[in-house]
């Protein structure tokens, strides 16, 4: 019995998290006023992504995730 197998192609694509730099330098989260800043501190409060995106309600977790990811493996370098 002989058996046709198809070929997949798998890309894989990296994306630059949401970030970035206002007119002052400040780095901010997605197209909100949320500074990097703010996220980080959180974090290092112990904070989870949904405390984070709860109590800034202007970032939801489609924006933050790539943010959380890209602080989280700099953090552990």
Known sequence: MET???SLTL??????????TDADGVIRV???RVTLD???SAFEEG???EEIV???PTLNLGTFTPC????????TR
């Open 38 to 40: 703010t996220v980080v």
């Open 47 to 49: 904070a989870t992504a």
């Open 54 to 56: 709860y109590q800034y």
């Open 30 to 32: 997605g197209n909100t």
């Open 4 to 6: 046709d197998t198809d």
């Open 68 to 75: 959380w990811a890209t602080t989280s493996s700099a953090r």
């Open 11 to 20: 890309t894989i694509v990296a994306e630059p998290p949401p970030l970035f």
